[in-house]
Every structure is written in structure tokens, then in C-alpha cells.
């Protein structure tokens, strides 16, 4: 008999996202660039800046790929993401195609945005110049200057990712995600990484966990874990959650 998937209710994680190393900011005129930098951090019109959903969906998900070998090669040179539609990876993100999936996609990662404290958004921004040395000479190449807009580091931005239950076992899912959060803490955001750019911590993060009950009207049954401090036992948090 083929299984009913039906909404067994969401868990959300939520939290900030604190700038260990400054940012790299691009604007619209670079991310429309195909394959110039990759810009993690973008202003909005109103010269908001955030960190795209996509750009932190993205990142977790390749490392994810990368660690358990994931990692689709199309034969012409390009590392595709998977696209079975069955593994966990596929699950939580959804395949690289859509005609592969075969269960709706768990997760939403919402754009976030920094936090402000009563600032201006320009009072995170620093210039950074970069230069490259003539090896012989030991003087700045002509035209190897470049002036680049970053967040300083300390900075921190407002995250959001929700996950939809529709299974028991999607406490693994979840689970999963928290390993490739782990692993972006360690790694980085963005363009410019080995030159130390873009080192994150997830920290002062909530779990929220509402089942089917809470939408049907039931106030009581949403549980709440608040002022966890960090990854590790957020992952310890979600293995005691009963979904
Ligand atoms: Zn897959």
C-alpha cells in the first residue's frame, strides 16, 4: 500500500549568524556576473544587507555533497549537485532536477538580514584594499589595487530555516542539515575564503517544534528550546525531540 504523506508539523531553528572574519558585499551589478565572485552578502534596494537564503542553502548543501560523496559530474567538466531524488541530501534540498523528486522537499531557508542594534546599515561596511606584489620589484602591479566592500567582522545576521515533518525519521534530516552547519563553521561564506574571508558561527539559537495539533488550534502544543549556545548541542537538542 503506498504511503499518504501528509504535514506532520515544522521545526524551526532560528538564531544569529555572527561574522568571525569581515564579508565580502556584492551588489547587483557583480552577482548578475555569471561566474564572477560569489557573493554571500547583497543590499536590497533599500541598501538592507543580507545574506540570501539561497547563498546559505547552497553553501551547506555542497559541503554536505562533499563530505558524502554526493557530487554529480555531468562529463563535461561540471560538478553538478545530486539529483536521485532519494537520499537524504535530496530530501532535505530537493534534486538538482525537479522531474526527480519524489518527495516534497523539506527545508526553507529564509534570507538573513543584519542585525542593526539601532545603527545604519553603512556603519558595518569597511573598504579592505588589496594589492598584488610585482615578485621582483616588491611593489603593487599597475592596476593591482582593488578596493573591496566588506561587513566587519562581529557583525551578525538574523537566520531562519524551517523544516517540514512529514515523517518520523525526518528528525535525521534535520540532524543531517545540523552536520553541514557544522561543517560551514568551519569552512566559509562566500568568495575569497582562503584568504580568510567569510568565517561564521551559529550561535544564541531557539527550536521551535509545531505539530499538525498547533495549526488545528491546540496553543499548547508547540515546545520551545531557547538560548541554545551553539551547534553541538543543538544537535543533542533535536535527538531528544519527539516528532
Ligand atoms: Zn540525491
Redesign the pocket.
Known amino acids: 500500500m503506498e504511503e499518504k504523506l501528509t504535514l506532520k508539523g515544522k521545526v524551526t531553528i532560528n538564531g544569529k549568524i555572527k561574522l568571525e572574519s569581515g564579508i565580502h558585499i556584492g551588489g547587483t551589478k557583480e552577482t548578475l556576473k555569471i561566474g564572477g565572485m560569489d557573493n554571500p552578502v547583497i543590499k536590497d534596494k533599500n541598501d538592507n544587507i543580507f545574506i540570501p537564503g539561497s547563498s546559505l542553502k547552497g553553501k551547506i548543501r555542497s559541503l554536505l555533497e562533499k563530505k558524502d560523496g554526493?557530487i554529480k559530474f555531468d562529463g563535461r567538466g561540471n560538478a553538478l549537485p545530486?539529483?536521485?531524488?532519494?537520499?537524504?541530501?535530496?530530501?532535505i534540498f530537493g534534486?538538482h532536477d525537479s522531474k526527480n523528486i519524489k518527495e516534497p522537499v523539506r527545508i526553507i531557508v529564509r534570507d538573513a538580514y543584519l542585525e542593526l542594534n539601532g545603527k545604519k546599515p553603512y556603519e558595518y561596511l569597511e573598504v579592505k584594499p588589496e594589492n598584488t606584489i610585482d615578485r621582483v620589484k616588491g611593489t603593487t602591479i599597475k592596476g593591482g589595487i582593488r578596493n573591496i566592500e566588506r561587513v566587519v567582522a562581529g557583525s551578525e545576521f538574523n537566520f531562519e530555516i524551517v523544516f517540514n515533518i512529514y515523517k518520523n525519521e525526518d528528525k535525521n534530516l534535520i540532524k543531517k542539515f545540523i552536520e553541514g552547519m557544522k561543517l560551514l563553521e568551519d569552512d566559509y561564506l562566500g568568495g575569497c575564503g582562503s584568504r580568510g574571508y567569510g568565517k561564521i558561527k551559529f550561535k544564541d539559537i531557539m527550536l521551535i517544534h509545531k505539530p499538525k495539533a498547533y495549526y488545528e488550534g491546540d496553543k499548547n502544543a508547540i515546545t520551545v528550546e531557547k538560548n541554545i549556545h551553539d551547534v553541538e548541542e543543538l544537535y543533542s537538542k533535536v535527538e531528544k525531540l519527539t516528532l
Open positions: 554526493k545530486c539529483d536521485c531524488g532519494g537520499c537524504e541530501i535530496c530530501k534534486p
